[in-house]
């Protein structure tokens, strides 16, 4: 069964602080890993992604770190501020793009002051 | 745009009865994605359609869950007879040939 296992589970970090939630995966075949924000009492919003041609990705404060050959891919969030605080899902297809995504178990992330 | 619309926000219903939610996507987006989130299970794919037409229904627990889509701005999942289990927060998503899928804001399914 195709899966991504993520964690940890739940995160405090203070303010300032780099934030890092790892995923791993077992399938081969996935070839492009998103990872989605989620606020309560909102649905998942996509926050970036990357495919397995490059080992990093880096948008503003958040950065995606590939290690094709362990099969894991972490996400970094330098200086992190309480308004980072939600819930972090990393995911995988195998299809290029954004179809049939599996998705982690996620990782609630709390930013202290 | 308003985004993925979703209804009923929250349901509250009994052992055995029918439920339904429903979904319109964002217009012109030809991908439609029905997902269940729960504590234990976490974020899980039911189905999803590509042109209205069922591509993958592999995520769909059991014949007690169906879902239909008969035209490109609406999409229903329906659970008949509903049980406890069942409770979840539903989330319908959409996408433009398989770019960044945008989720909706869900429906809390509460199963007494």
């Known amino acids: 069964q195709q899966q991504v296992k993520q964690s940890p589970q739940s995160l405090i970090v203070q303010k300032g602080g780099i934030s890092i939630i790892n995923c791993a995966y077992e399938n081969t075949a996935f070839d492009y890993f998103p990872w989605y924000q989620q606020f309560p009492g909102k649905g998942p919003a996509l926050l970036i992604a990357?495919?397995?041609?490059?080992s990093e990705k880096k948008e503003g404060r958040f950065t995606i770190s590939f290690n094709k050959s362990a099969k894991q891919f972490s996400l970094h969030i330098m200086d992190s501020q309480p308004g980072d605080s939600a819930t972090y899902f990393c995911a995988a297809s195998s299809l290029g793009g954004n179809e049939k995504l599996t998705f982690g178990t996620g990782t609630r992330l709390t930013i202290i002051p | 745009d308003a985004g993925v619309i979703q209804s009923p926000r929250h349901e509250v219903t009994e052992m055995g009865q029918e439920v339904t939610l429903r979904c319109k996507p964002i217009?012109?987006?030809?991908?439609l994605f029905w997902y269940r989130q729960t504590m234990m299970r976490g974020l899980e794919l039911l189905i999803y359609f590509n042109n209205n037409v069922p591509i993958d229904d592999s995520g769909m627990p059991e014949d007690r869950f169906s879902a239909k889509m008969p035209n490109a701005s609406f999409s229903t999942l329906k659970i008949q007879p509903s049980e406890p289990r069942d409770s979840a927060v539903y989330f319908c998503?959409?996408?433009?040939?398989?770019?960044?899928?945008?989720f909706g804001p869900g429906t809390r399914l509460t199963v007494l």
């Open positions: 217009s012109g987006h030809d991908y």
């Open positions: 998503a959409s996408s433009f040939s398989g770019n960044e899928q945008f």
């Open positions: 990357i495919r397995p041609d490059v």
